[in-house]
């Protein structure tokens, strides 16, 4: 399969922020096969690079001790071709600005940012590192998706800040949903959250990671030390599930039911 198209505003890469670096490295590669490589201490703090049949798919950092309380959780970065100019966008626009423009050596230049309903994101502008390498396929990364509890505003803020052309899929009480794109073409969704979400729970970016059988899958999962959040269920768009990994960082999975039919 080639390499996935990532289009300027389109999520280019996840990484997970944990407090057990060890522990989710033995976790993922049992679950989804991943094979890592870990970066000079010095140049890249020895970030670490998770591949599936030898591509990048992933990244996994250790939490610093001064981060307290904050729990253990995948991050979502979105492509952009003027990393400050989206920046200055962010804070134009109802975002708070999480950490400034940082250049990573021959990599690229990142930087982090909550949306205006309070969600973190991640921005990456490409230099040597141009996002994952396999997506949509089994044990990579396959669906990006804001729960947020002010719809309108999350939805506004990425067109103007990262340039988003939006389809709207559901616009009921019941369900709202806008996605980047439109049918099969879509890169990402956005979900009002603001009627299940409960109140102590910010708006969340949440990363769903494909899988060729779901029920296997889960089972596995508990037996490396996982725990189901969300069952499995069939619904119009797969299969999907939501667990937390052994040290508390929340995840969903999602099987293409098309294919299994």
Wanted: hydrophobic share 40%.
């Amino acid at each position: 399969m080639p390499s996935p198209e990532i289009t300027p505003g389109a999520p280019c890469w996840i990484d997970l922020m944990t407090s057990d670096t060890e522990k989710a490295k033995a976790f993922y590669n049992a679950l989804f096969g991943w094979t890592y490589e870990t970066g000079d201490q010095e140049k890249y703090g020895g970030y670490i690079t998770a591949s599936k049949d030898g591509r990048m798919v992933a990244g996994i950092m250790q939490k610093q001790a001064d981060m307290g309380a904050m729990p253990d959780v995948w991050s979502t970065y979105l492509r952009t071709d003027d990393i400050q100019a989206t920046t200055e966008a962010a804070a134009a626009h109802g975002g708070q600005i999480y950490m400034d423009p940082m250049e990573v050596p021959e990599q690229g230049s990142m930087a982090l940012y909550g949306d205006s309903s309070g969600a973190a994101i991640g921005a990456w502008q490409f230099g040597g590192m141009k996002g994952y390498e396999l997506a949509a396929e089994s044990g990579a990364p396959a669906w990006h998706e804001l729960l947020s509890k002010d719809y309108e505003s999350a939805v506004s803020f990425y067109q103007n800040v990262f340039g988003w052309d939006t389809a709207v899929v559901g616009d009921t009480p019941e369900f709202r949903y806008t996605t980047l794109g439109s049918g099969n073409d879509a890169k990402a969704g956005i979900m009002d959250a603001s009627g299940f979400l409960p109140e102590q729970v910010p708006s969340m970016w949440s990363v769903y990671f494909a899988v060729d059988n779901m029920d296997a899958t889960v089972e596995q999962a508990l037996a490396l030390g996982a725990t189901i959040i969300q069952p499995a269920e069939d619904t119009p768009f797969g299969r999907l599930a939501t667990l937390s990994d052994p040290t508390g960082a929340v995840f969903k999975l999602v099987q293409d039911l098309a294919l299994t039919a």
